[in-house]
């Protein structure tokens, strides 16, 4: 199930589900650990007239949102079978690891009656399913969950009080299903203690008269100790729920807002899709560097894990598109965290947890009976090519020259000697899609221009042999593209070629939107080259989607997800906007613009009502598939809004479209 939300403030993150459940919570860091289950739900009943409804069940008409300019979730659900109506206005609190949710019930019967809220958790602290324990405290008189150094405190208030009901047990164990089936005769046991795989429901009562509304408050703390989630818990009642909701709102508005764009001439969904995509990505980042790829745990990766991870390559995209818009100190941590984990030779491995620690991967170290390293070589590249912008646009000699030798001197050597000594291409690794392993003209390209960003940082910091070194064999790589990666007869780029011992062997003729986007891209042909303009149209050709949904597929018969063999492959949100970003590099006039706009409020129209951006579409009825959100995705958005102002600056259309420049 899509994640239709996701809220955080940088060390945790809550995802809510279609139904306004909590289905994730990250903590203590952004991706690392889940402390729900992935086929577990934090249930939300109601219970009326005596019976009780859960929000999941298919007579709740549920709409989330996110609400403008802010990281603050807006959950509404009626049930007009029950008469009532629940809304949630939900936050994580900007400064501490505190989930709040502004809880309203509304009675829509023309009689006055009670109606109960109850909300059920189902916690695995640290990833497992055992040794939790889960009490009721007479202290605080809220409901704590613990595990070694995870403990969650549960508290819930109505005008008129503390809740006084509440249950502990057990769930998916020994044949019990757990404790929100003792809510459902609307009375709980009050068991105040359980260990083992343990769950708890707090129960709110409300009296409210016909037409009516009442209100309440539900938090939970997270910490590390009993005595920081007992500390947080008081600073919720001495604060006041309402009024952190009211300040977290005033600081992510803030954030949001630091520059004043001039949209011109976009829609205005797609301006306030532009501002939530900023916010989801800043939420995405850990305040240790690590950038979480999705926060959709439901998403089981070929049944084997979750895209919970720091992928290098999302990484690069996605601190290349906070840099752009101006957010230079929060991709900062990201590079400080690709230096830390870069192997002692000089490149990045496939993916890593956000405590830094190796991430699983299914890439071999034997190919062909020879070890090989199990890397995507334009993961290092695309670090490098990041970070020269980083530094165009932040002007941070001193954090450069801090990391020249442990990561730009360290990964441009790599990158210099990881060539085939008969063709100057780059040797064989995965693509950036991590299926095939051979020379990709993607990769090559991406290692034309991080050879090319070492070059300059090389010279900018005086180190003038290196540069020269650096630069040449760039030059060395880009011949060899040009030779060996464009086939004529195709008329296009080639995926890519595997080599022997005298040179390509053979080429994959499979045409991939990344290998134009990654020649024009990374600076190695100009978009006006006739071989560019070829693949362009080929590549356009060959990748659309000719549904009703539209949109382009990553590459020929793309099996990740497929649904049919009537298109190429799913329309990914990511190879679309890359193809918008090729035309926009290629517009002459404000007329050559119109398909931006168009792509831009395709993604808008696909988009969830929270503004959540997908990995992936169904072709045929447009509903997401695969990771939900995918930050990548956001970032893409991101770029392509930004490339688009720039080109009307450039074109003379549009005078300061964009208010960031670079080395302000």
Known sequence: ??????????????????????????????????????????????????????????????????????????????????????????????????????????????????????????????????????????????????????????????????????????????????????????????????????????????????????????????????SEAHKLNQYVLEKNPQYMTRTTKDYWRAWVNRYDYNFYDLSEEAAELFKKSLLFMRAAVDDEGSILASADASMLQRGKDTYSYTWMRDGAFISLALDRSGYYYTSKRFFEFSAEVMSEEGYLMHRFAPDRTLGSSWHPRVQNGKPALPIQEDETALALISLLRHYEFSQDLEFIENIYNSFIKKAANFLSVYRDKNTGLPLPSYDLWEERYGVHTYTAASVYGALRAAAQFAGILGKTKSATQYKNIATEVKQALEEHLYDEDLGAFVKMVTLDENGVKEKDKTIDVSSVYGVISFGVLDAEDPRVKNSLKKTEQDLSVKTEVSGLARYENDGYYRIDNSTPGNPWIISTLWMTQCKIDTAKTKSDLEIVKRDLDWCVKYSLSTGVLPEQLHPHTGKPLSATPLTWSHAEFVLTVIKYLDKLEELGICKDCNPVKKGT
């Not at 979730?73 to 109506?85: S, Y």
Request: charged share 25%; glycine share 8%.
């Open 1 to 226: 199930m899509a994640r239709n939300l996701i809220l955080g403030n940088n060390s945790m993150l809550v995802s809510l589900d279609s139904c306004g459940q909590v289905s994730d919570l990250y903590f203590p860091y952004v991706g690392l650990e889940n402390h729900i289950a992935h086929d577990s739900v934090h249930r939300i009943g109601v219970y009326v007239d005596d019976e009780m409804s859960w929000l999941s069940e298919d007579e709740w008409e549920i709409s989330i949102t996110c609400a403008k300019d802010a990281l603050l979730g807006q959950v509404r659900a009626v049930n007009n079978k029950a008469g009532v109506k629940v809304s949630f206005g939900d936050v994580v609190y900007n400064e501490k690891n505190i989930f709040i949710r502004n809880v309203e019930v509304e009675n829509l019967s023309e009689r006055d009656r009670e109606i109960k809220l109850y909300f059920c958790q189902e916690f695995q602290l640290a990833e497992s399913d055992r040794a939790d324990t889960a009490y009721f405290d007479p202290y605080s008189r809220g409901l704590v969950h613990y595990k070694g150094q995870r403990v969650v405190l549960i508290n819930a208030f109505t005008t008129e009080g503390q809740f006084h009901e509440y249950t502990v047990g057990e769930f998916n164990t020994y044949g019990k299903q757990g404790s929100f089936k003792d809510a459902e005769d609307g009375m709980l046991a009050l068991n105040n203690v359980e260990h083992g795989n343990t769950d708890s429901v707090v129960a709110l009562s409300f009296n409210i008269e016909s037409g009516k509304r009442a209100s309440g408050y539900y938090w939970l703390c997270v910490a590390e100790s009993f």
